[in-house]
T-cell receptor, first 115, second 115 residues
Framework: GAGVSQSPSNKVTEKGKDVELRCDPISGHTALYWYRQSLGQGLEFLIYFQGNSAPDKSGLPSDRFSAERTGGSVSTLTIQRTQQEDSAVYLC?????????????FGDGTRLSIL | AQSVTQLGSHVSVSEGALVLLRCNYSSSVPPYLFWYVQYPNQGLQLLLKYTSAATLVKGINGFEAEFKKSETSFHLTKPSAHMSDAAEYFCAVSFGSGNTGKLIFGQGTTLQVKP
């Protein structure tokens, strides 16, 4: 499809396990963003990629969270040693360019549940 | 610090009635403003955006918003609500001056449309 694709759509895992969330942006979009949506905190920025580099990681909540982007396309968000407070919907967005007036296009998210 | 406030976490209107969802922002630099809609188990869809070209912005599905600098507001309106408008709406802001385009979101407003 032409939109942002995220997988898996749902993930249930036990506390302490590692998880990987994948985002496939719209073809040709150079900017990629990860956000987290949770009941208590609303929608929060996590990390931003321009190409393969991440000039803004300011939203990552702890060093258990990391992300990479390869080939200027697919991105993976990894959470190590998951905790119950990591339960949330993780949304990925992409935009054609990384400008503040550029519209971001969102995927349907990955719903992560930590038991 | 820049922030976004949406007044009213829940708004209920009758079908055919005016929809008004309120958004105020706080910023020391000119903002770029967005309204997104989220349907259950889906990502965010862009309704409209303000990028300083015009203060009255028209978006999809009959929605529009007016940027009022003096009131630091960007309220979303629709003259006549449809049942299909029931969803959660998010106001978001991005800032210039080197900003990477990351969005700061309000807490969201759930719109209920009664038949």
């Amino acid at each position: 499809g032409a939109g942002v694709s995220q997988s898996p759509s749902n993930k249930v895992t036990e506390k302490g396990k590692d998880v990987e969330l994948r985002c496939d942006p719209i073809s040709g979009h150079t900017a990629l963003y990860w956000y987290r949506q949770s009941l208590g905190q609303g929608l929060e920025f996590l990390i931003y990629f321009q190409g393969n580099s991440a000039p803004d990681k300011s939203g990552l909540p702890s060093d258990r969270f990391s992300a990479e982007r390869t080939g200027g396309s697919v991105s993976t968000l990894t959470i190590q040693r998951t905790q119950q407070e990591d339960s949330a919907v993780y949304l990925c967005a992409s935009s054609l360019v990384s400008r503040p007036d550029s519209a971001q296009h969102f995927g349907d998210g990955t719903r992560l549940s930590i038991l | 610090a820049q922030s976004v406030t949406q007044l009213g976490s829940h708004v209920s209107v009758s079908e055919g009635a005016l929809v008004l969802l309120r958004c105020n922002y706080s910023s020391s630099v000119p903002p770029y403003l967005f309204w997104y809609v989220q349907y259950p188990n889906q990502g965010l869809q862009l309704l409209l955006k303000y990028t300083s070209a015009a203060t009255l912005v028209k978006g999809i599905n009959g929605f529009e918003a007016e940027f009022k600098k003096s009131e630091t507001s960007f309220h979303l309106t629709k003259p006549s609500a449809h049942m299909s408008d029931a969803a959660e709406y998010f106001c978001a802001v991005s800032f210039g001056s080197g900003n990477t385009g990351k969005l700061i979101f309000g807490q969201g407003t759930t719109l209920q449309v009664k038949p």
